[in-house]
């Protein structure tokens, strides 16, 4: 399995990006996937999270109202769509998929098996 995340960058405070993660060497509309961060000298928490079938999708609520989390089975594609960026959101970003059963979105970390390389997102207030 591997995903490959892209689409970070550098962005003033208010701004946006669109993150991207695309997976191979599994079932993609099988499993629920979630992005999750990492900033420095802070423990990696989750961001988002979509179903097998992109029905369901959650979100921590540091980002609810701003993050869209969506996903295109046809390109094995989940995106992340972050509007209104603020300098808290300042991390590393990582796609996730969970493995076998795991078709619900969930927030947890540990219940996810397979992680993407991560990708810088800088916010610059």
């Known amino acids: 399995v591997q995903l490959q995340a892209s689409g970070g960058g550098s962005v003033q405070a208010g701004g946006s990006l669109r993150l991207s993660c695309a997976a191979s060497?599994?079932?993609?509309?099988?499993?629920?996937l979630g992005w999750f961060r990492q900033a420095p000298g802070k423990e990696r928490e989750s961001v988002a999270a979509?179903?097998?079938?992109?029905?369901?999708?959650y979100y921590a609520d540091s980002v609810k109202g701003r993050f869209t989390i969506s996903r295109d089975i046809a390109s094995n594609t989940v995106y992340l769509q972050m509007n209104n960026l603020k300098a808290e959101d300042t991390a590393v970003y990582y796609c996730?998929?969970?493995?076998?059963?795991?078709?619900?979105?969930?927030?947890?970390?540990?219940?996810?098996?397979?992680w993407g390389q991560g990708t810088q997102v800088t916010v610059s207030s």
């Open positions: 996730a998929t969970r493995g076998y059963g795991g078709a619900c979105a969930r927030l947890n970390l540990w219940e996810y098996d397979y």
């Open positions: 979509i179903s097998w079938s992109g029905d369901h999708t």
């Open positions: 060497g599994i079932t993609f509309s099988s499993y629920a």
